[in-house]
């Protein structure tokens, strides 16, 4: 049977690039190969079957979240093991032609578009802030001192009123103190967006912040630097600061 032809996305270098340290791709695929699109544009791409990746095959097993995880991890690694050393422009997962002439034409007919992404991502690397707020050490910060022994009903119903009231505050300040921190770390980059709460939860407490942050290579060490000294100063006050990547420009490259 003719095998199908799975598309990791587009890599792009002056000169080829070598594919020897790449990983094996998404489970039953072949070596990972690259397919010259012209103009320093290659597409990573591999052999699949239609009896693992045929459109029925994939619909039959989306269900199946260890499966799809797995793919999942595997089509990121593969162009995490390009981005050190080229621009990448990923594909979807299970982008997927009936052949390699098929997948090349079908680039090959976007390139006003491809043109304009390496344009806008080319020489940066995309970054991850995640930040939650550990709401007892928050209050705790936020507490003028320890909690004390009331003898009356009254007083007893002031103190809770006083520890909503807190509570509020305290939600209203941290949306300006992310707000601000988005803001400055924004400044940074060439590019940077805002992600919807995904539907994992979060260790910690609540998911105040998860945005993206496209950075030039070159401002790379500094950014992080930044990141840094930001989240010293924010775990004062109850918030947990994450940095992740550098990764492949996955948000930077959708329209």
């Known amino acids: 049977m003719t095998p199908l032809t799975y598309v990791y ?8 690039p070598s594919v020897a340290r790449v990983p ?47 793919a999942a991890m595997a089509h990121e690694a593969v162009l995490e093991a390009f981005a050190p050393r080229a621009t990448v422009l990923p594909m979807k997962l299970f982008t997927i032609y ?11 007919r976007d390139r006003t578009r491809i043109d304009a992404l390496v344009k806008r991502v080319g020489g940066h690397d995309e970054f991850g802030i995640r930040v939650v707020l550990h709401r007892a ?11 004390k022994k009331t003898a009356s009903g009254i007083a007893y119903l002031t103190r809770k009123k006083a520890q909503r009231d807190a509570a509020t505050e305290r939600t209203a300040h941290a949306r300006d103190t ?11 980059a060439r590019l940077a967006r805002r992600r919807a709460p995904g539907e994992l939860p979060v260790e910690g407490g609540p998911l105040l912040l998860d945005a993206a942050f496209l950075v030039p290579r070159a401002k790379a060490k500094t950014f992080r630097g930044a990141v840094a000294r930001e989240a010293r100063a924010l775990a004062r006050h109850g918030y947990g600061v994450t940095l992740t990547g550098p990764w492949p420009p996955y948000t930077f490259v959708q329209d």
């Open 9 to 16: 996305g587009i890599v792009v270098s002056d000169r080829k």
């Open 24 to 70: 094996a791709g998404v489970p039953g695929a072949s070596a990972v190969r690259l397919l010259d699109m012209g103009r320093g544009r290659y597409l990573a791409a591999a052999d699949v079957t239609a009896r693992e990746y045929g459109e029925g095959a994939i619909n039959g097993r989306l269900s199946n979240l260890e499966w799809v995880s797995r």
């Open 98 to 108: 009936t052949s390699d002439d098929r997948a090349i034409a079908d680039a090959s």
């Open 137 to 147: 050490k928050a209050a705790r910060r936020a507490a003028p001192g320890g909690a």
């Open 178 to 188: 992310v707000a601000d921190l988005y803001d400055r770390l924004a400044r940074r």
